[in-house]
Nanobody, 114 residues
Framework: QVQLVESGGGLVQPGGSLRLSCAAS????????MGWYRQAPGKQRELVAT???????NYEDSVKGRFTISRDNLKNTVYLQMNNLKPEDTAVYYC????????WGRGTQVTVSS
């Protein structure tokens, strides 16, 4: 079954940038769409961005113009470039991919604070 490992989270000041990475391994079936969810304390998990294996992207409204999702199919890796970060972006970010089944990473903490 697909294993996903996120990296790149951390503490950043408002207006700063981070790039999250998620590497997929133990792939048996072809990976289709990939994406990122996030969950802030006391809030529901929300979809942040998705990207198909053909490169078509979708974004949650609050991150449009600030976040960019991309993927490297040769490396089986999906990225989330986060610019102009805001305190409300603070959350645990989870990588997601669709193969035969949906797979989830364990999450990486992003904290935006001065």
């Amino acid at each position: 079954q697909v294993q996903l490992v996120e990296s790149g989270g951390g503490l950043v000041q408002p207006g700063g940038s981070l790039r999250l990475s998620c590497a997929a391994s133990r792939i048996v079936f072809t990976i289709g769409a990939m994406g990122w969810y996030r969950q802030a304390p006391g809030k529901q998990r929300e979809l942040v961005a998705t990207i198909t294996n053909g490169g078509n992207t979708n974004y949650e409204d609050s991150v449009k113009g600030r976040f960019t999702i991309s993927r490297d199919n040769l490396k089986n890796t999906v990225y989330l470039q986060m610019n102009n970060l805001k305190p409300e972006d603070t959350a645990v970010y989870y990588c997601w991919c669709q193969s035969r089944f949906t797979s989830w990473g364990r999450g990486t903490q992003v904290t935006v604070s001065s």
